[in-house]
């Protein structure tokens, strides 16, 4: 009473596997590229002083933050159709992973910025610098340093929930995968391909930011 | 690396420490043998002797898709396939547990034995009976159309090339629109209910479903409507893991006593506004 493997009946269908897995890499990069853009920026925002920029930004991380990302995905896709507004499932997943990222990176940026010293705000000043001089030529490239690992923890946390598009049928990797699990009834197979492709991947990102991390190590 | 001399005599020699060691060792290794031999051999009872000894037989039934299976306003299962569930469970005089599954996971559940059965509305393709046996049918289905009541482009299956059809994974739908209709736009979802969802929400044009579902959902809701005719009907029989010879007889003898004495029209009646469609195969 044996279940047995049968890889051979999946082979045809690796492109498949393959070009899912492209669409996720693009969906997290783009996702990641843009999320962290915002992210930058909603980090100045929340430590401004300045109550009408601090307040919005600082609702808008909470929210994204502290809600699953599945329900964000749900509410822009099926939720605003109650509306009448139509919003294509890919162009849904991009914008909810990048408002995600955002909202995740504001405090990862927050945290890096925070972390840079405040002698060092008081030479620069002493020298005289204005504070976007401060920011660029200082605090920046120090902050880069310190955010590096969770950024790459973030960008890893990006692509495998980049999974969640699957229930928006977005033709990604996880998406892909279900499919051909319903087409084959080979489960074991299929997730086990599924999974060591995303494996691959998040090896190779952390790898490479480690090696990353070491070229600038003093 | 070098070599703690006095470390390695110790352990060639042994000393308390390490015969008590040895001792938990054996016992945790017995008592591991003991539990799968336990497990493999609790394994040789076949479904039938297992669910009367243990008094209860999981049925995987579809809770978004009435008036097969859904819940109702009170949170309870209910429809056709919830009757002939609690039908067999007084014929094999056990408890039912219904076990809600998704349409992609009816044949996968029964594969890794989360259930013991499904009445699901079930077709029996080839397909699957590769994978999962099948009982003689007590139903039979076509895919039906719905589209929203003023949709004038949609007249049969043909007319839905070119158009996005969200369906959900798993079901005939799944298997045979691929075929007929390739220039589609099929959307695939994970459930029944998300599939309905983004018909309603406009996300597809049309809901492509098992007719007793679709006319039972415009009978509901005067904003919709069917057109054609089903296509690929096809039956619906229960779904029971492969090497199970004794609970599929059992069931099959079953269905074939609730076919004999009218109990099963009773229940379609209740269920479905039109009259069954035969059974009979020639």
């Not at chain 1, 790898?207 to 070491?214: A, G, K, Q, T």
């Not at chain 2, 098992?210 to 039956?235: C, I, Q």
């Amino acid at each position: 009473m044996g279940y047995k493997m049968m890889f051979s009946e999946i082979t045809p269908y690796f492109i498949d596997f393959l070009k899912g897995l492209e669409i996720s890499l693009i969906i997290s990069i783009v996702g990641m590229l843009f999320g962290s853009f915002i992210g930058l920026l909603a980090a100045f925002g929340k430590t401004s002083s300045v109550y009408i920029i601090n307040l919005p930004v600082n609702i808008y991380v909470e929210i994204f933050r502290n809600s699953p990302l599945l329900i964000q995905m749900y509410l822009l896709y099926f939720g605003l159709a109650q509306f009448n507004i139509q919003i294509p499932a890919l162009t849904v997943a991009i914008i909810a992973l990048i408002l995600n990222n955002g909202a995740y990176t504001a405090v990862i940026f927050q945290t890096g910025i925070n972390a840079v010293r405040k002698e060092q705000h008081e030479a620069a000043y002493a020298l005289g610098m204005t504070y976007f001089q401060t920011i660029r030529y200082i605090v920046l490239p120090q902050a880069f340093r310190i955010v590096i690992p969770p950024l790459t923890n973030q960008f890893i946390s990006i692509f495998l929930f980049s999974s969640v598009a699957s229930t928006i049928a977005v033709s990604e990797l996880t998406y892909t995968t279900m499919n051909l699990e319903a087409i084959t009834l080979r489960s074991f197979e299929i997730f086990i391909i599924a999974g060591t492709l995303y494996l691959i991947v998040t090896t190779a990102i952390s790898f490479l930011s480690r090696v990353y991390e070491n070229s600038f190590k003093y | 690396m070098l070599i703690d001399k006095h470390r390695l005599k110790k352990k060639l020699k042994g000393d308390m420490t390490m015969k008590k060691n040895l001792g938990l060792n054996i016992l945790i290794v017995l008592l591991l043998v003991f539990t799968l031999t336990a497990a493999a051999a609790a394994q040789e009872q076949d479904i039938l002797e297992k669910v009367i000894a243990n008094k209860k037989v999981r049925v995987g039934i579809l809770a978004d898709y009435a008036p097969w299976g859904y819940r109702n306003a009170q949170g309870q299962y209910e429809g056709f396939d919830v009757d002939v569930a609690n039908r067999l469970g007084e014929a094999l005089e056990v408890d039912v547990d219904l076990v809600p599954v998704e349409s992609a996971a009816r044949v996968g559940s029964l594969v890794s034995e989360k259930v013991d059965v499904i009445i699901a509305c079930l077709t029996p393709t080839d397909g699957r009976a590769k994978t999962i046996n099948f009982t003689i049918p007590y139903a039979s289905n076509g895919l039906t159309i719905m589209v929203w009541a003023d949709n004038k482009d949609i007249k049969s299956y043909h007319d839905l090339a070119g158009k996005t059809i969200a369906i959900v994974r798993g079901g005939t739908a799944d298997m045979y629109l691929p075929e007929l209709v390739p220039e589609a736009n099929i959307v695939r979802l994970d459930s029944i209910a998300d599939s309905v969802v983004a018909f309603k929400s406009k996300k597809s044009d049309a809901l492509v479903e098992e007719e007793l579902m679709v006319y039972y959902e415009v009978d509901k809701d005067s904003r919709f409507k069917v057109v054609g005719e089903p296509f690929k009907s096809g039956l619906i029989s229960f779904g029971v893991k492969k090497h199970e010879q004794e609970w599929l007889n059992y069931l099959n003898n079953f269905l074939t006593n609730l076919r004999f004495s009218g109990e099963l029209d009773v229940f379609y009646e209740k269920w479905f506004k039109h009259k069954p469609a035969s059974l009979a195969i020639d």
